[in-house]
């Protein structure tokens, strides 16, 4: 079953980390791209950043420059996204999505982390 | 990063209706558009792709135009299952999500 499965919901106080986990399976993970987005509840859908999980070259969105990292383990077909010095306004559920190598529509999304932060 | 303009932000349609989204890229963005539906609690869907590109299964009453900075996103005779939240997005270099248009059905 083509699929991605994200860890489960956290909580952070104010200025901690968090890293997420998105697993893949069903395909080869280093044909397709993983990208981020995020959505606070009853908002839109923002764009963080993707990583190539063959070459682990990244990009990211102007908004999260300097805050996110994105990384994967090919081994275990594993993207990961590390979001710093949290605020309130990072409450948000956080997707994973896949796109096909080169410029291609997000066509598979994980079932979403929701990531609280309060103190 | 290349901005991404929807219109309108809301908008309430009757049954049977045709209804048309905008949207509009700060920069040409080619094709490299595509549409995405999405319902309360649920994930988004792709719908469009390539501007004009249906998804395998969307049906036929969704249509996409244009190419550059102007894109629509028509939906020809709508349907009680189509009251969502539409955002269209550019998927070249860093992907850009529009602020979503959320269709509501009198």
């Known amino acids: 079953q083509v699929q991605l499965v994200q860890s489960g919901a956290e909580v952070k106080e104010p200025g901690a980390s968090v890293k997420l986990s998105c697993k893949a399976s069903?395909?080869?993970?280093?044909?397709?791209?993983i990208h981020w987005v995020r959505q606070a509840t009853g908002q839109g859908l923002e764009y963080m950043g993707w990583?190539?999980?063959?070459?682990?070259?990244?990009d990211y969105a102007q908004n999260f420059q300097g805050r996110v990292t994105l990384t994967r383990d090919t081994s275990i077909s594993t993207a990961y996204m590390e979001l710093s010095s949290l605020t309130s306004e990072d409450t948000a559920v956080y997707y994973c999505?896949?796109?096909?190598?080169?410029?291609?529509?997000?066509?598979?999304w994980g079932q979403g982390t929701l990531v609280t932060v309060s103190s | 990063d290349i901005q991404m303009t929807q219109s309108p932000s809301s908008l309430s349609a009757s049954v049977g209706d045709r209804v048309t989204i905008t949207c509009r890229a700060s920069?040409?963005?080619?094709?490299?558009l595509a549409w995405y539906q999405q319902k309360p609690t649920k994930l988004p869907k792709l719908l469009i792709y390539?501007?004009?590109t249906l998804q395998l299964g969307v049906p036929s009453r969704f249509s996409g135009s244009g190419s550059g900075t102007q894109f629509t996103l028509t939906i020809s005779s709508l349907q009680p299952e189509d009251a969502a939240t539409y955002y269209c997005?550019?998927?070249?270099?860093?992907?850009?999500f529009g602020q979503g248009t959320r269709l509501e059905i009198k």
């Open positions: 920069q040409g963005i080619s094709n490299y």
């Open positions: 990583i190539n999980p063959n070459s682990g070259n990244t």
């Open positions: 069903g395909y080869t993970f280093s044909n397709y791209d």
């Open positions: 390539g501007a004009s």
């Open positions: 999505s896949r796109d096909k190598v080169g410029p291609s529509p997000l066509d598979l």
């Open positions: 997005q550019k998927y070249n270099n860093v992907p850009t």
